[in-house]
């Protein structure tokens, strides 16, 4: 399937700019002979779109994401859109839906509720069950505030840390996101689905162009708090965000999170994807193949801080109140320490409710804010004695990055 070949970001983003350049020209009434003739007279035999720069293929690919995301709310990544922490700062708790970050592995999907179904098969269950929108509506519901992540938020950093990129979208600390979402526990689902006692994993799939599916074990899945979600923030799931529903796998790295799910398979035997044996998996120096996977496979996020100032912005010369985040997938967070100094002397932040774990916390403090250019750093530790480190290996494709930043700022 055309989904197996493109399970590349980069091959998908190419393949669909490929598509976009011929319909353009078959639009203007070039036809496929002369179309080819162009191309290689202009000596681009292999493709026209092969001359077109990373943003450029995204942004041929269609339009990737549906919601406004202009430049002073969110930072341009194609079908990603990262948000800016400085938006944050007047801002509750919660992160607003036109706020939240994006993380499309395609382009979000149109879905026609009225056809869409939800399908549970394998040999887990006791047989092929299907739920239609209006059903899943009127289950038993719940409302959690929970925080989704993308596994590559902080990727940038390993460029500072060791003088080359790691593979992927170079996202600061801007994708995640806090919301209440609202939906029904999985266990519910599969409960009336008929899981058997012998049922291993669960492995919800999308609706979107790659199909993207990722498996959990059944005791993630029948987890309290594991729902399959309709709502976010109070109102229906907006579309780059999953609708008609998505999963909620709390704690868990973002792609766990699969968006407009359309089919569950449920499995007596571990299952695999492309997602949990190519992508999502540790490759570098320090991690060893764990076959069938490239190496050590992704399931909890971990410990970050992020400061509510733009990045490598300008702040006025002044007695200020800096404010900031931190989560934890592990448990709450009872201590945030940040220093002015490049690590040679620390202080305590002051930590502000609600302080919810598998969500984030808020704190602040007060900085006599001098002109020139400052670094601040931030480091945090959870109720398990988990505490952000100096520096994490280097892996490939640029995961985990929970190390403590300097974060640039400017005095003017």
Same mark, same amino acid.
């Given at each position: 399937?055309?989904?197996?070949?493109?399970?590349?970001?980069?091959?998908?983003?190419?393949?669909?700019?490929? /598509?976009?350049?011929?319909?353009?020209?078959?639009?203007?009434?070039?036809?496929?002979?002369?179309?080819?003739?162009?191309?290689?007279?202009?000596?681009?035999?292999?493709?026209?779109?092969?001359?077109?720069?990373?943003?450029?293929?995204?942004?041929?690919?269609?339009?990737?994401?549906?919601?406004?995301?202009?430049?002073?709310?969110?930072?341009? !990544?194609?079908?990603?859109?990262?948000?800016?922490?400085?938006?944050?700062?007047?801002? #509750?708790?919660?992160?607003?839906?036109?706020?939240?970050?994006?993380?499309?592995?395609?382009?979000?999907?149109?879905?026609?509720?009225?056809?869409?179904?939800?399908?549970?098969?394998?040999? %887990?269950?006791?047989?092929? @069950? /299907?739920?239609?929108?209006?059903?899943?509506?009127?289950?038993?519901?719940?409302?959690?505030?929970?925080?989704?992540?993308?596994?590559?938020?902080?990727?940038?950093?390993?460029?500072?840390?060791?003088?080359?990129?790691?593979?992927?979208? =170079?996202?600061?600390?801007?994708?995640?996101?806090?919301?209440?979402?609202? #939906?029904?526990?999985?266990?519910?689902?599969?409960?009336?689905?008929?899981?058997?006692?012998?049922?291993?994993?669960?492995?919800?799939? %999308?609706?979107?162009?790659?199909?993207?599916?990722?498996?959990?074990?059944?005791?993630?899945?029948? /987890?309290?708090?594991?729902?399959?979600?309709?709502?976010?923030?109070?109102?229906?799931?907006?579309?780059?965000?999953?609708?008609?529903?998505?999963?909620?796998?709390? #704690?868990?790295?973002?792609?766990?999170?699969? @968006?407009?799910?359309?089919?569950? /398979?449920?499995?007596?035997?571990?299952?695999?994807?492309?997602?949990?044996?190519?992508?999502?998996?540790?490759?570098?120096?320090? $991690?060893?193949?764990?076959?069938?996977?490239?190496?050590?496979?992704?399931?909890?996020?971990?410990?970050?801080?992020?400061?509510?100032?733009?990045?490598? %912005?300008?702040?006025?010369?002044?007695?200020?109140?800096?404010?900031?985040?931190?989560?934890?997938?592990?448990?709450?967070?009872?201590?945030?320490? $940040?220093?002015?100094?490049?690590?040679?002397?620390?202080?305590?932040?002051?930590?502000?409710?609600?302080?919810?774990?598998?969500?984030?916390?808020?704190?602040? !403090?007060?900085?006599?804010? @001098?002109?020139?250019?400052?670094?601040?750093?931030?480091?945090?530790?959870?109720?398990? #004695?988990?505490? =952000?480190?100096?520096?994490?290996?280097?892996?490939?494709? %640029?995961?985990?990055?929970?190390?403590?930043?300097?974060?640039?700022?400017?005095?003017?």
């Amino acid at each position: 399937m055309e989904y197996e070949r493109l399970i590349r970001e980069e091959d998908y983003l190419q393949s669909r700019a490929d /598509e976009y350049v011929w319909r353009r020209a078959k639009d203007l009434g070039v036809s496929r002979r002369r179309f080819f003739q162009i191309l290689a007279a202009a000596g681009a035999a292999a493709g026209l779109s092969h001359r077109l720069s990373p943003k450029a293929w995204a942004q041929a690919a269609a339009t990737p994401v549906i919601k406004p995301t202009p430049k002073e709310l969110f930072n341009d !990544f194609g079908s990603n859109k990262e948000m800016r922490w400085e938006n944050l700062y007047e801002r #509750g708790y919660l992160v607003p839906n036109d706020l939240f970050f994006v993380r499309n592995h395609t382009r979000t999907p149109s879905v026609d509720v009225k056809k869409w179904r939800l399908k549970i098969e394998g040999p %887990g269950v006791q047989g092929t @069950k /299907e739920f239609s929108y209006d059903e899943v509506l009127s289950m038993p519901s719940v409302s959690v505030i929970r925080y989704v992540e993308c596994a590559g938020n902080g990727r940038s950093f390993f460029a500072a840390a060791y003088g080359k990129k790691a593979d992927g979208t =170079q996202w600061k600390l801007g994708g995640i996101g806090v919301a209440e979402w609202t #939906g029904v526990p999985l266990t519910e689902v599969l409960d009336r689905a008929g899981i058997k006692k012998s049922a291993r994993d669960v492995m919800p799939e %999308g609706l979107d162009d790659l199909k993207v599916r990722r498996p959990m074990p059944v005791a993630k899945a029948l /987890e309290a708090d594991t729902l399959l979600v309709y709502a976010m923030n109070g109102q229906p799931l907006p579309p780059d965000h999953g609708f008609p529903v998505r999963t909620l796998v709390p #704690g868990w790295i973002g792609v766990a999170n699969i @968006k407009w799910v359309g089919r569950m /398979e449920v499995s007596e035997k571990p299952l695999f994807s492309p997602w949990n044996t190519d992508t999502y998996v540790l490759i570098g120096p320090e $991690y060893k193949p764990e076959p069938p996977a490239k190496g050590p496979v992704l399931s909890n996020q971990d410990l970050k801080s992020a400061l509510e100032l733009p990045w490598d %912005g300008e702040v006025s010369a002044e007695r200020r109140l800096v404010r900031g985040r931190t989560w934890s997938p592990f448990g709450k967070i009872v201590k945030v320490e $940040y220093s002015l100094s490049q690590g040679k002397s620390w202080q305590t932040a002051k930590l502000r409710e609600p302080n919810i774990a598998a969500a984030w916390v808020r704190w602040d !403090f007060d900085w006599e804010a @001098k002109p020139g250019k400052h670094t601040i750093r931030v480091r945090a530790t959870d109720e398990k #004695g988990n505490t =952000q480190p100096d520096g994490v290996p280097f892996n490939q494709q %640029g995961y985990l990055y929970n190390a403590v930043v300097d974060h640039p700022i400017t005095v003017t």
